[in-house]
């Protein structure tokens, strides 16, 4: 069988693991991507144009290919789509990475998945491990409506909230959160994430709080080059954070921050602003939230008057 040299993306980063910072190996496989990208989509989401359809082996090649040399204590494999779909993901390849992670001695797994692929059967198998695994599961919101119409996510919430029951106590259950998805104000957006997480903070064990990013060719890409979305400010991820904080283990690594593409302030403090997030998110302090620009007036501004030129979305 020819194995073609497919290469994932990868990189280190600090992670937090319990109450130590320690070295996490993340690693983007290629796979034939998320079923739900292929069939419809959700608006914000492109990682369908990554996609290739790895064997079985091509994927061990990519997993040898981003380990090779590399110290760390928790390993995040990503596939852009799920980690338990089999029509994504080869049978026998779970087993494969949970032997690697065991050979290795890792600390912690973290993998995605979307709610439907998260079964019985793979609970029994994640309990079955000897290191700790969490399971990320795209919410983004935990309101149906926002969901449905300014995301297209194809799920409700009844469904996220049996992946995560059945999860809960077997794996770490982590939501992700999505900050200002399409149609909303910056306002609204801010609520939504706020009454979003306090919704589920009881069926989650971290909420992970992504601020929209807009990505080549979809449909937010559409709204935003018309001039009809501005991705979130950087001053509303504070927000969502400093007021959810205490409910719940919340963390942010904002994509492209500071990019016109992606959440920002003003320009002149949008690299200060992304630290003190990043600051926060390993080291629970929320005291290095308290950043200042003058831009924050203006932002306060817009979310003061900018639900006076519009119908409101969500009541
Ligand atoms: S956001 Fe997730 S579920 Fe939606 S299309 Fe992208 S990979 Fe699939
Ligand atoms: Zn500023």
Redesign the pocket.
Known sequence: MVIENVKPKFWVEKERLNSKIVDCLTVILRTSG?Y??KKN??L??N??ADAYPSTYDELVNQIEFAMSNKNFQILKIFT??SFFDTKEVPEGFREYVYSKAYELGIKKLIVES?PEFITSKIVDELSALKFEVEVGI?LETANDFVREYCIN??FKFKDFERAAKLLKGKARVKAYLLLKPPFLSEREAIEDAINSTLKIKNLVDVVSLNPTNVQSKTYIEKLWKLKLYRPPWLWSVIEVLKQVSKEVDIISDPVAAGKIRGPHNCGRCDKDVAKAIKEFSLHKDISVLDVECECKALWEKILELEDYSRIPLVK
Request: aromatic fraction near 14%.
């Open positions: 998320c739900w990208a989509g959700c914000m989401c990682y369908i852009s789509g979307r795209g996510k194809g």
